[in-house]
């Protein structure tokens, strides 16, 4: 449920492999698999393409070298190309991973040290949504079409994708200055800092104690300070993000309803879809079609 790939044609991986731009980087298969049970493979024969994993929820492993490490959320590897390698979940566990098979002339610089897992924790300039943004948008690109423009404009975002990775603390700084609101001379707003750790964690099910943890603050304390700013709970508020961002999937993307009730952190397909009505005053479904009338 909720899964989403595109695996390109042998045709287009040639044409990538051709081009003057694609060249560099390109993607050969894509996808995203939200709370993934018994996901496992085994490759014996090595492929010439270079993996990449990024662990957003739950926990997995990977064996590659004859060695073996765990993941957890908020990690990422990249399997080196023509190696033989193991990945998946443990018997008890499921992950929500997003994942790329990629190869180019400089593809070897992006993978370089990410053979060990690589952590990207939610921080005070962490750009998590951001990122994942910019994946979505290189799925959607690849759903949607298959002409060389296309090709090229998924091979430029995916440049960036790697690189707010390979080059976290540039990515980071990028929109950490002077005048950034979250660090003026005043301080930390607390506030402003606990719906930035939501946003950044909008497709799982955190509770308040996990904000609680991230900022270090009371729960009577926070709660209150929160309402006064927002004239919301902080419960309330998460879900109002969290139909924020599905409104936004819902004008923007093809994915079904069972697929965008998952990137917003709700397994419950019926759950979300109340949830929605009652924000929204109508159901996910009436919403898409209004808007891709309009």
Not at 104 to 127: D, K, L, M, W
Not at 142 to 150: A, P, R, V, Y
């Amino acid at each position: 449920m909720g899964e989403q790939s595109v695996v390109l044609s042998p045709m287009l991986v040639e044409q990538e492999k051709r081009d003057e731009l694609t060249s560099h980087l390109f993607i050969t298969d894509i996808g995203y698999y939200p709370k993934a049970e018994r996901h496992h493979r085994i490759r014996l024969k090595a492929i010439d393409q270079y993996v990449l994993i990024y662990c957003v929820d739950g926990a997995g492993f990977y064996v590659v070298d004859g060695k073996r490490y765990e993941v957890k959320k908020n990690q990422y590897f990249i399997l080196p190309a023509n190696k033989p390698h193991e990945y998946g979940t443990t018997e008890d566990k499921r992950w929500s991973i997003y994942w790329v098979h990629f190869k180019g002339t400089c593809a070897h610089v992006y993978a370089e040290g990410a053979t060990t897992p690589q952590t990207i924790n939610v921080a005070i300039n962490s750009r998590i949504s951001e990122r994942i943004n910019i994946f979505d948008e290189i799925l959607t690109t690849l759903q949607t079409g298959d002409g060389l423009e296309d090709l090229r404009y998924a091979s430029s975002l995916f440049h960036h994708f790697l690189a707010s990775m390979r080059y976290l603390g540039q990515f980071r700084r990028a929109k950490t200055g002077a005048g950034d609101k979250n660090t003026s001379d005043k301080g930390i707003d607390i506030v402003e800092q606990a719906i930035h750790y939501m946003r950044e964690n909008i497709e799982q099910h955190i509770t308040l104690d996990d904000v609680l943890h991230y900022i270090g603050y009371s729960h009577s304390h926070f709660s209150t300070l929160f309402k006064r700013k927002t004239g919301q709970s902080p419960l309330a508020y998460f879900n109002r993000l969290k139909i924020e961002y599905a409104c936004h999937l819902l004008k923007t993307t093809d994915l079904k309803v069972n697929q965008i009730c998952y990137k917003v952190g709700i397994e419950d397909a019926l759950y979300f879809s109340r949830l929605f009505s009652k924000t929204m005053g109508m159901a996910p479904t009436a919403f898409k079609a209004l808007h891709r009338l309009t």
